[in-house]
């Protein structure tokens, strides 16, 4: 789960690290008020899950409050990367010295979190990585110990060689940072930039937090702080169900159980010539209700021409996807044709099942892919 | 022979009672597969199955009936404690099946196992099976049949899909493993490999990846260098979007890196035969155990 800036930010304060002081607005009277309340200048920000808010027009500069609102006019209803902005964040501006990059991640290939900073801030750290690898600077956590303090400062003092004052400003939020992490079960975390202002004080002026989605259940804080409003509607209701569902831009709405056998499917389906429509995972053990839910969700984007059913019975039993497919299709008005591919647990009940209210059911996955980009065709 | 688990193996069932550890607790055991004790806290004493003592921990299971073996089947917010608690029992495997365990949780765990010298297999996976020997985990047994192909897979269903495959084109497997679909998990596919390379009953290796991180990419470099056995891959995945967390934990394609098509692009330049499709598994691995 991603979170917006002004909530990381919320985050980073809690735990200590400086931020500046901002406030949200959702329309140009709130931003012109709050940047009146700070009297500076003021940066209004686009608040939406895309990088490259900066590139898309999505951040102002704004020398009076009248300009504020103007900005947040201008911000506002924008569209980022398909998503609109709804929200900004004021902030008073910063006077910026020198920009750097603080960031924490899990990673995969050590088992371990792995704190990363250059002094090559305010830019992507991929392209960073691109292009001058040696500017990044890592230390690895080893999670029996967690973050020593000599890392902390060992990495501080690459960021800002020869200048102590800053340097044990750096170790200090490079703790607090390690400190965010754990408190807030994130799996990835941003600073970029960490500014230096003209008075050499370290400030966090923008933040990026990765939460992972297995810690919600015992963090209901976090969990709280989900923009359900910036996300695909379908993806909400499957999310409530417990599917899992990615909305794309094809034409074969496809319904699987299990993650590596949804994404296969949807390869074979644009192996012979047609686009999936969407992920979907109906999971290990599936009720016929959750069949009704996915094939609900699915038919409700008009895209879909034509729709796949691929089972394979291991826990999932095929009767039960039968039942559920025989209920949904009494519940909605199908009006896209439906190849139906089941095979393992169950599935002489689930053919007995599908025929006698009329479907037909097919045991081989090509044969049953290759029909379901016909059908999207016609 | 197989790996990792076979006959000898003497399972303990970490969440015996619960709805789904009690369901493949009796798969397992119909698939002949020694089950020698279960434990949930609390619940010490009691009989499943009218055959199979409950202890409150596992070193007790481990005591009394010789447990070497452990898997998991409780939920998510325990699972990274029931590792530790097996890892520091004296079993020897781990298999956690649960899904849903916080990646932070799991950070400490597969140190703490590794520290001990413990294998664990998972978590959120399948778990394995050595076809006619012993099934730990939920891959249906018949679906199965002993052989010499080595099966290694970050899926479930897929790895069922590939596996009946090559079972109906009369290859049998010497032991399937789901590595499972998180980002950080215990063994990993060179593990898999190595371990593989060095098992008589197999001939030839099925590797099924997807998206996200680099476990492929290093697969196929340790291949090149150290296999003389030929392993087949296919990668999940190719229509996946950037960014966005494809069910397993694991298949997320960041930024530009960890996509289908940089993994299939490694495995070729290190000279591993890649299938296009799961049906075209079988035939390719008849080739190349045959070449």
Redesign the interface.
């Known amino acids: 789960m991603n979170i917006h800036e002004y909530q990381a930010k919320e985050v980073f304060r809690q735990h200590g690290i400086p931020v500046p002081p901002g406030e949200v607005a959702r329309t140009p009277e709130e931003a012109e008020k709050i940047a009146a309340k700070y009297g500076t200048g003021v940066v209004v920000k686009a608040q939406v899950h895309a990088g490259g808010r900066g590139k898309a027009g999505g951040v102002k500069l704004a020398a009076t409050p009248k300009e504020a609102r103007e900005a947040a006019d201008k911000i506002l209803g924008m569209e980022i990367k398909g998503l609109t902005v709804k929200v900004v964040l004021v902030s008073p501006a910063e006077d910026i010295e020198h920009e750097a990059y603080l960031g924490a991640i899990?990673d995969?290939?050590t088992?371990?979190?792995v704190l990363m900073a250059s002094p090559e801030g305010g830019i992507d750290i991929?392209e960073v990585a691109a292009k001058t690898p040696e500017l990044i600077y890592k230390e690895t956590v080893?999670?029996?110990y967690g973050l020593l303090a000599h890392q902390a400062s060992r990495l501080a003092y690459k960021l800002y060689a020869g200048d102590t004052s800053r340097a044990r400003q750096a170790a200090d939020i490079i703790q607090k940072l390690y400190a965010s992490?754990?408190g807030a079960?994130a799996?990835l975390l941003e600073i970029n930039p960490l500014i230096t202002t003209k008075s050499g004080e370290l400030k966090a002026i923008d933040a990026k937090m990765n939460i992972?989605?297995?810690?919600l259940?015992?963090r209901k804080e976090i969990a709280e702080l989900r923009d359900t409003e910036s996300e695909a509607e379908e993806e909400v209701e499957a999310r409530a169900q417990g599917l899992?569902y990615?909305k794309?831009d094809g034409e074969v709405g496809c319904c699987?159980?299990?993650?590596?056998?949804?994404?296969?499917t949807?390869?074979?389906?644009?192996?012979y010539g047609g686009?999936?429509a969407n992920?979907l995972?109906i999971g290990?053990?599936s009720s016929p209700e959750k069949v009704v839910t996915a094939l609900r969700i699915i038919t409700s984007d008009p895209g879909v021409k034509s729709i796949l059913f691929n089972i394979?019975?291991?826990?999932?039993r095929c009767d039960d996807v039968a039942n559920g497919i025989v209920e949904a299709t009494g519940q909605i008005d199908l009006e896209v044709p439906i190849t139906i591919r089941l095979?393992?647990?169950n599935e002489e009940e689930a053919v007995e099942i599908l025929e006698a209210a009329g479907f037909s059911a097919m045991t081989d996955?090509?044969e049953a892919v290759q029909k379901s980009v016909e059908l999207a065709k016609n | 022979m197989a790996i990792f688990a076979d006959s000898s193996t003497r399972v303990v069932i970490q969440g015996i009672t619960g709805r789904?550890g009690s369901f493949?607790t009796r798969q397992m055991i119909e698939y002949g597969t020694a089950v020698v004790a279960g434990v949930t806290p609390g619940k010490g004493g009691q009989l499943f199955g009218e055959k199979v003592p409950v202890f409150d921990t596992v070193e007790k299971a481990v005591q009394e009936e010789g447990a070497n073996a452990s898997v998991i089947y409780v939920p998510?917010?325990f699972a990274g404690s029931a590792i530790c608690e097996a890892a520091d029992s004296g079993v020897e495997l781990v298999v956690c099946i649960s899904e849903?365990?916080?990646?932070?949780d799991?950070?400490?765990a597969?140190?703490y196992v590794a520290?001990r010298g413990v294998r664990l297999i998972g978590p959120n996976c399948?778990g394995m099976i050595s076809p006619g020997k012993a099934k730990l985990g939920?891959?249906?047994g018949q679906?199965v049949e002993e052989g010499p192909v080595g099966v290694v897979?970050?899926?479930?269903?897929?790895?069922?899909?590939v596996v009946?495959a090559l079972t109906r084109a009369g290859l049998g497997q010497s032991s399937c493993i789901g590595i499972g679909?998180d980002?950080?998990i215990g063994t990993n596919f060179i593990d898999c490999l190595d371990a593989f390379e060095n098992d008589p009953q197999t001939e030839g290796i099925v590797l099924?990846g997807?998206?996200g991180?680099?476990?492929e990419q290093?697969a196929a470099r340790y291949i090149k260098e150290k296999m003389s056995k030929p392993v087949v891959g296919?990668v999940?995945?190719?229509?996946?979007?950037p960014g966005?967390?494809?069910?397993?934990?694991?298949?997320i394609i960041s930024?530009?890196s960890g996509t289908?098509e940089e993994k299939i692009s490694t495995f070729k330049e290190n000279g591993v035969e890649v299938a296009?499709?799961?049906?075209d598994m079988p035939d390719i691995v008849k080739r190349a155990m045959n070449g």
Do not use: C
């Open positions: 899990v995969r290939s088992g371990s979190v991929e080893d999670p029996r992490m754990l079960g799996s992972d989605d297995n810690e259940f015992r899992t990615i794309l699987v159980n299990g993650a590596g056998l949804a994404m296969a949807m390869d074979l389906v644009k192996y686009e999936p992920f995972d290990g053990s394979f019975g291991g826990i999932t095979t393992g647990t996955m090509d | 789904d493949h998510a917010a849903g365990i916080p990646v932070l799991m950070l400490r597969t140190r520290d399948p939920i891959i249906p679906i897979s970050r899926s479930g269903t897929l790895t069922y899909e009946w679909g980002p950080v099924i997807e998206i991180g680099t476990d290093n296919f999940a995945g190719q229509t996946a979007p966005r967390r494809m069910g397993h934990a694991g298949a930024g530009s289908a296009e499709r799961p049906i």
